[in-house]
């Protein structure tokens, strides 16, 4: 029995040195503009959200709620994060197609995480994603009216909706239909 389980101890640790061999001699894709193995997808999205999961403090966001401050996190976002995500005039993203795993549009298809994820992921950004860390770019109160404005985007207030019209020429603030979300996050 003993020789049995370090038989299988054995196989695994080789099976995971000839993996780690592979990528290492370059063998495994690594191009952002192709998109890799569903089995890949799914490892890397269930550590990511099981990584914000453990990690990220459960914070209530301090920032006050106000049309103020939401409109405050609209404008931070325009200039910080639409290039990726898709701006407020819900036209796609720049770079949509440029990264890998491309970067979730955060207007037209919201974030449904408490807002204590969206601000760790905000403040410490996702390693091999393309998402930045902002912590170092923007104030703790900055990230946090992001955050108010993106878990807020379907049901914002009359003054902010009535804000993002003019700031998009008349683009409508409820998207149309929407689309069912899957059981896992593309993050960012």
């Avoid at 290492?24 to 999205?45: D, H, V, Y």
């Avoid at 301090?62 to 976002?77: R, W």
């Avoid at 796609?92 to 601000?119: G, M, R, T, V």
Wanted: net charge negative; with cysteine; glycine share 6%.
């Amino acid at each position: 029995m003993v020789k049995f389980i370090l038989g299988i101890i054995f196989a695994v640790v080789l099976l995971l040195l000839v993996a780690i061999g592979l990528a290492l001699l370059g063998f495994l894709p690594m191009r952002a503009n192709t998109a890799p193995p569903k089995l890949e997808s799914r490892i890397a999205m269930g550590a990511l959200d099981s990584s914000v999961e453990r990690h990220a403090p459960r914070a209530n966001n301090p920032v006050p709620i106000t049309d103020d401050n939401l409109i405050e996190g609209l404008k931070i976002y325009t200039m910080n994060c639409a290039l990726c995500h898709g701006g407020i005039d819900r036209q796609p993203s720049q770079l949509e197609h440029s990264l890998y795993p491309p970067p979730p549009n955060l207007i037209s298809d919201p974030d449904d995480d408490p807002e204590w994820q969206i601000f760790y992921v905000i403040r410490n950004g996702v390693r091999y994603s393309g998402m930045p860390a902002w912590d170092k770019s923007l104030s703790n109160e900055d990230m946090w009216k992001v955050t108010a404005f993106l878990s807020r985007v379907e049901k914002l207030p009359p003054g902010v909706q009535e804000y993002w019209k003019k700031a998009t020429a008349g683009a409508p603030v409820v998207s149309a239909p929407s689309v069912e979300k899957s059981d896992h996050h593309d993050h960012h």
